[in-house]
């Protein structure tokens, strides 16, 4: 009988599916495609799961915040951007003259914060390991709200991630 597959031996070989998008020849994302703030319409019927981003609440204030802070983006004079199909699929991206910015977005309730933020923090370091550029990729979280736990924004420094919530966009932006 063959096993299933092999572990931690390398003389067995390697399979490496790691990929890097090099922004400066691919170009970063497409045109930034505003979410659909009425999406929870539609959420229920295509029977979404337990996933709180894809509940009806919680589609509706994810779409919202992310609109917002593509808003923001563009106030302060960058352009939003939205993931190719081949790119990771981040939430929001968008280009500084002296950084790569990657978001993920999530709504948050005291129900599900520390699911939200543990998925978050994950999510946006594998974005910016797999995005590939001369300038830093720099990575944010935005949040519908501020999370009710303040360890968060300590936990967010301590790997390099903005964390910000709609009133403090215009401020995180310029970080």
């Not at 337990?50 to 923001?72: C, F, I, K, V, Y």
């Not at 790997?159 to 919530?165: D, K, M, P, S």
Request: with cysteine.
């Amino acid at each position: 009988m063959w096993a299933d597959h092999v572990r931690g031996d390398s003389t067995v070989g390697t399979v490496d599916k790691d990929y890097r998008i090099r922004i400066a020849e691919e170009g970063l994302g497409r045109r930034y495609e505003p979410a659909d703030e009425h999406a929870e319409l539609h959420a229920a019927a295509e029977g979404r799961g337990s996933d709180p981003d894809l509940s009806d609440r919680g589609l509706a204030a994810h779409s919202r915040t992310q609109n917002e802070l593509a808003a923001a983006i563009e106030v302060a004079g960058f352009d939003p951007r939205s993931p190719k199909p081949e790119e990771p699929q981040f939430d929001i991206a968008w280009e500084t003259p002296d950084a790569v910015w990657v978001a993920e977005v999530k709504s948050l309730t005291a129900a599900n914060e520390m699911r939200q933020m543990h998925t978050a923090i994950g999510q946006v370091i594998d974005y910016a390991h797999r995005l590939d550029d001369v300038r830093p990729i720099r990575m944010m979280i935005a949040v519908e709200r501020q999370p009710g736990s303040g360890h968060w924004v300590a936990e967010c420094v301590k790997h390099a991630i903005v964390l910000t919530w709609p009133d403090e966009f215009p401020t995180a932006v310029h970080s």
